[in-house]
């Protein structure tokens, strides 16, 4: 990579558009160009062209008060310019600015890299990287990548070498860091730390939100657990109220259902007994009414009474006809002794007595039987006064009277047949009595099962009207828990009644009951949920986890970034360890060189962060958080050089003179450049200050440094214009607009001459 040309209009002195090519690299030699001309010819203007270009952002440096003043500000004969702009071309044909890994998203041609800074008189400015925008910063990394970069030491100033050895030993330390190639690390610690910061305070943010949202959410999640034990209660209860209304509804409706099947039963019943009550009631009536019809019994008796009397009217006759004979038996015998009644005969006439007393025990007619008291009492007063006279003697046949006797047998026959008559009738009636009283027991017993069946109507009435009442009690129940069930529960009422009746049969009504208050009780103490609370604490619970996992990724991310700065720290450390020690060593080399002799040296200053902060006035782009670092560890804040010329004990450089301060810093810059060689670097009239076999040292220097290093030197030194192979002569015309033109080397040596 070499400085291929660089363009510049409207820049400074220079209004026109001018351009400056510069040759490439050539017999292992980078190209050394020397500008030259007149004082205040316009060539100061190209070195601040270039700085400006790489970024260069102190107007002092580029020597300007605003920063329209690098824009040509006019004279007398032309008239100033809107805006100023320098391209600065880089031909990287050997690839040595590789592209960055941010660059994948816009890829661009690395072979030709033009930077190009504009300026607007309104202040307005850009770069462009070959002609896209871009950022400073961008142009930053691109030069660090390149090795080189817009401060210090890439052009160097007539005015930086005193100020090198004037400055602070921080700002040394900045210049040295950027010559030990450490100056990109530092931008992406630089960077880093920024990030850091910028995540620190979100991780912060982060944590305030979290603890100002932490003590809603806490309250929300108390508030949405009592919703979820509202919530099971409610439930809970819910199946109480349908187990408690339901076992109740079903035990009622099946006490229903069962008693109406025994109103049923019991009406059919009713029924049946009335039915058979009525029968036996009719057949009462029918027996009762053949009862007063029943006449045969008092026919027969009445037949049986004109038997009977007839009966006695024949053995009265019998009787009569017997004591007529007997009479006349006695008349006959009247002188015969008394012979006492034969006993058989005796007998004979007590049984005919006893028998007709038998006959009159079942006579109800008083009629008939006073008369027949008084036909017995005649007989037995008959009886007893033949029993005191004596019997008739046997008398002779002769004495019997035959006409009463056959009268009497007559009599007799007769009296058998009516006897076997009587007996006849007696028989008749003893069968229609005992048939009349088995029709009379038959009667009571009906009337008995009348009364039985009535009886058991009545009491089947009983239980009619009973099950009646309960029937009429179970409805008042089912009506009074509808009712309940409409007025606690009404959204439960088809629930309550499509309960499976087998859980309903299970259930313990008045456990449930002291459920159903015990859990009302309970939706009691927790009070009402607002129900926009489960949307809050949706909301507030994402934010919350939201929150947490951003606090977790922050914090993971600034563990990263940490770690990243560490490594950063020892990359530079090392880097810059072992760049010290070689600059060091080049620093002594150049130094004697340049010297013929003497000794001169760089030295490492350190802090500790804590010495650090406490000294903060100091510039740095070291770590400044303590935490990111060991707050042990010494870091490096700052180089001071020691030189002591051949022969002289000094070492503080301030009291050397001016061509000794010269010439160490030229050693010094010179160290730098070998150390880390810069791909190109600017040096504007380093060289003033050298006396002549200092100038040729210093040439020599050169010629070794454009091993490595691009040089454009301006200069009125021709010993260092003979090292150039390329010399550009600036001139200024009347209209105050610089010009550049080529000039031979013998011309320019000769304008140096006089
Ligand atoms: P020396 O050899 O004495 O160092 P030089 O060749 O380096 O001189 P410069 O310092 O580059 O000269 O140029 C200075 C000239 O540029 C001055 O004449 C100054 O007027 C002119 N100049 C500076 N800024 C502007 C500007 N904005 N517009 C017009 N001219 C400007």
Known sequence: MYLSSIEVQGFKSFAAKTRIQFIPPTGGRQGVTAIVGPNGSGKSNIADAIRWVLGEQSLKIIRGKKSEDVIFGGSDKKSRMGYAEVTLTLNNEDGTIKPAESDDDHPMDYSEIAITRRVYRDGEGEYLLNGSR??????????????????????????????????????RKSFFDEAAGIKEFQIKRHQTVLKLNATRENLHESRMLLSEIEPRLQSLTRQVKRLEKRDEVESELHTAYIQYYGGQWVRIQEQLTRMSVERDHIAIEQKALQTAY????????????????????????????????????????????????????????????????????????????????????????????????????????????????????????????????????????????????????????????????????????????????????????????????????????????????????????????????????????????????????????????????MKEYETTRERHEFLDAQVRDL??????????????????????????????????RFFATLFNGGRAEIVEIRQTPKEQQANASEESGEPTDASAVDPTAETLVGIDIVASPPGKRVTDIAVLSGGEKALTSVALICAILSTNPSPFVVLDEVDAALDESNSVRFGAIIAELATQTQFVAITHNRATMEQAQ???????????VSRVLSVRLEDAMARAAK
Do not use: C
């Open 278 to 533: 009525d029968a036996a009631f009719a057949q009462l009536r029918t027996m009762e009414v053949h009862e007063t019809k029943n006449d045969i019994y008092s026919q027969l008796q009445q037949e049986y009474d004109a038997v009977h009397r007839e009966r006695t009217k024949l053995r009265e006759e019998i009787i009569r006809l017997k004591n007529a004979i007997e009479v006349a038996t006695v008349r006959a015998t009247s002188q015969q002794k008394w012979a006492p009644l034969p006993l058989t005969k005796i007998i004979t006439e007590l049984e005919a007595i006893r028998d007709e007393v038998a006959h009159a025990q079942n006579e109800r007619d008083l009629s008939i039987l006073e008369r027949f008291v008084k036909g017995v009492l005649g007989k037995v007063a008959s009886l007893i006064e033949r029993l005191q006279q004596p019997a008739p003697q046997q008398q002779p046949a002769a004495f019997v009277d035959t006409k009463a006797q056959a009268e009497i047998a007559e009599l007799e026959k007769t009296l058998v047949l009516i006897e076997e008559k009587a007996i006849h009738l007696q028989e008749r009636i003893a069968s229609v009595s005992r048939e009349e009283q088995e029709k009379k027991s038959a009667f009571f017993a009906l009337q008995r099962e009348l009364q039985d069946k009535q009886k058991q109507l009545h009491t089947t009435e009983q239980r009619a009207s009973a099950i009646a009442v309960d029937l009429a009690r179970i409805e008042t129940r089912r009506d009074t828990l509808l009712e309940e069930i409409a007025r606690e529960v009404p959204q439960y009422r088809a629930e309550i009644e499509a309960i499976p009746p087998e859980i309903a049969r299970a259930v313990d009504v008045q456990a449930l009951q002291q459920d159903v208050y015990r859990l009302r009780r309970q939706l009691e103490l927790i009070g009402s949920i607002d129900p926009e609370v």
């Open 134 to 171: 871009v950022r400073l910063v961008d142009i930053q990394l691109l030069l660090a990548r390149a090795h080189f970069a817009e401060k210090s030491y890439t052009v160097v100033g007539q005015g930086m070498i005193d100020h090198m050895l004037m400055a602070t030993s921080a700002e």
């Open 726 to 736: 390329l010399l550009y002569g600036v001139t200024m015309g009347e209209d105050g």
């Open 555 to 588: 914090d993971l991310a600034i563990a990263q970034l940490e770690k990243g700065i560490v490594e950063l720290d020892a990359i530079t450390t090392k880097r810059r360890t072992v760049a010290f020690a070689q600059i060091n060593r080049e620093f002594g």
